[in-house]
């Protein structure tokens, strides 16, 4: 069986096609990642109460887990007084709900909640500053550049590849390696993100093209960690629920104190010889 014909691609490709469409994805993620920062809300500034409510509640944990360096006085004071404290919700915000918290309650609407409308807000205009672009960009690849070889890959694939190398190209018998216009957009929809760290670091949102566009979704949800506490960031029924079940972790907690028997403990740890 005779070899399929080696193509020779007209330079003019590479210098009005290839390169092209790779300036204009890099230029139109730099634009997409200046339009997200502008589109993005200032933060807001928290009020006390609820400053107070996120702070309190890491105060069990870091008792709790560094309670050994305080007299076992002063560990018992302070643990009297959390529990106390979140059980009778002394630094919750909203003291209406803790006094109807065995009430009751409805399904939880976001959209009720406060900030869940600006929340999904900013998913929609996250959403459409990733889509958006895309849907332009291919739309005039696949206009322009429509059944164009662009190019040759330097290295042997399977025949697997065929598909997502040649697409719009309708030859059985091409060299798998050979790149069509619209698998070259797409290589540099997914490809570019190492580009983009370059040129915007490693924090930006010109992203990777489809790729963020459906991980979208997740921008503006995420809550604040609160040093990895449980319930930091919640309001309502959960922080509350936080509440009792941190004062039930203090009841169980034991008191070590590191300095008890220290002075047995430097006696045999040196020979009392050498003083």
Known sequence: MAAAPELVLDPSLRDWVLFPILLVMILVGILRHYI???????PKQLELSAIREQQSLARGPTLRS???FIPPASFLSRKTYLIKSFREGIFLKDQEA??????PKPP???????GGMDQMMDMVKGQMVMIIPQTVLMSWVNFFFSGFILMKLPF??????????????AT????????????????NLFGLRSVYDILLGSNNSAGGGMADAMNSGGMGMGGMGGMGIPGMGQSGPDIIKTYFSEAENLE????????????????????????
């Open 36 to 42: 997200t920062q502008l589109l993005q809300a200032p």
């Open 66 to 68: 560094n309670g050994q």
């Open 98 to 103: 803790f006094q109807k918290r065995d009430e």
């Open 108 to 114: 939880a609407n976001p959209l009720t909640e406060p």
């Open 156 to 169: 042997p694939l399977t025949i697997r590849f065929k598909s997502i190398l040649q697409s719009g190209v």
């Open 172 to 187: 059985k018998d091409l060299d798998v390696r050979w790149v069509s216009s619209i698998s070259w957009y797409f290589l």
């Open 252 to 275: 169980l907690s034991t008191h070590i104190y590191i300095l008890d028997d220290i002075e047995d403990r430097i006696f045999l740890k040196y020979d009392t010889e050498t003083f």
